[in-house]
């Protein structure tokens, strides 16, 4: 569906926000698309609190990812001791 704001962007209905807000998502009204959501104010904080857990956790992974490869390297210097 087309959003009812900006009639351009993709917006999405209100069973893909609710499935959204279920998985620790912010609630968004159906027919408004992320970047009129970002616009208004009153949603504005729920979307960037959202938006900041998000960056957290890719954050946390790449580090996880990152952190494998050492521990791999640890134990291949320890089995040449
Ligand atoms: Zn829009």
Do not use: N, Q
Not at 3 to 32: F, N, Q, W
Request: include cysteine; aromatic fraction near 8%.
């Amino acid at each position: 569906m087309i959003c009812t704001r900006c009639g351009s962007a993709e917006a999405h209905t209100e069973a893909e926000y609710t499935a959204l807000a279920a998985k620790g998502g912010p609630t968004l009204p159906a027919g408004i698309c992320f970047r009129c959501a970002w616009e208004d104010p009153a949603l504005h904080k729920a979307l960037s609190e959202w938006a900041e857990r998000k960056k957290a956790e890719t954050y946390r992974r790449v580090r996880e990812f990152l952190v494998r490869p050492l521990e791999f390297i640890d134990r291949l210097v320890d089995g040449l001791r």
